[in-house]
């Protein structure tokens, strides 16, 4: 089946650099996709293509795949980056797609 | 600025239909694959359906197929989503996205309640 796993949370301190996965097994063949949503507002797109950003996403989002993980990495964490951040991937037609389930991630 | 806008949104019975509506604006809009993407209170998001440029070409999630239809005017740079037998489980913001694979803008979305 196609399904993709997130950690439900992620926690770090302002400045130290946080770390989400996303688990799938379309991801050796089909690119990642990173949003972020902030309560109340609809999702941004932060990361395409497995590791580019769009015009405007700060430099401190990196994306990054190995086999069948994503890992979004955001150093230099700022209060402003607490928020759910959700992985997507298309299936294998391209199609289609699917989420992950989502890791909010807090800033202490 | 590349926009999207929804409309069409509310209350209604199981059983019932409604019509969502997206207004593109500030870009070529003929051009781009449209997708609508749904997300229930405090869960996560669900890809619902998306509809090639031209309209040719549609695809659904199995959980809406048979009930859902999704169609465009490229005149009016709006896309539309026909729902019909609505379930309960269908409640859930409703967000009009640019885009087939690289989601790249959002609308604010439209809430669709379903009562039972």
């Known amino acids: 089946s196609h399904e993709l796993t997130q950690p439900p949370s992620v926690s770090v301190s302002p400045g130290q650099t946080a770390r989400i996965t996303c688990s799938g097994s379309?991801?050796?063949?089909?690119?990642a996709y990173w949003y972020q949503q902030k309560t109340g507002q609809a999702p941004l797109l932060i990361i395409y293509k497995d590791n580019e950003r769009p015009t405007g996403i700060p430099s401190r989002f990196f994306g990054s795949t190995s086999g069948t993980t994503a890992t979004l990495t955001i150093s230099g964490v700022q209060a402003e980056d607490e928020a759910v951040y959700f992985c997507h991937t298309p299936d294998n037609s391209g199609y289609s797609c699917l989420f992950g389930g989502g890791t909010k991630l807090t800033v202490l | 600025d590349v926009q999207m806008v929804e409309s069409g949104g509310g209350l209604v019975q199981a059983g019932e239909s409604l019509r969502l509506s997206c207004k593109g604006s500030?870009?070529?809009?003929?051009?781009?694959?449209m997708t609508w993407v749904r997300q229930a209170s405090g869960k996560g998001l669900e890809w619902v359906a998306n509809i090639k440029p031209d309209g040719s070409e549609t695809h659904f999630v199995d959980s809406v197929k048979g009930r859902f239809t999704i169609s465009r005017d490229n005149s009016e740079n709006s896309v539309y989503l026909q729902m019909s037998s609505l379930r309960v489980d269908d409640t859930a913001i409703y967000f009009c996205?640019?885009?087939?694979?690289?989601?790249?803008?959002w609308g604010q979305g439209t809430l669709v309640a379903v009562s039972s």
């Open positions: 996205v640019r885009g087939i694979q690289d989601l790249d803008y």
């Open positions: 500030g870009f070529t809009f003929g051009s781009f694959w």
């Open positions: 379309t991801l050796p063949r089909q690119y």
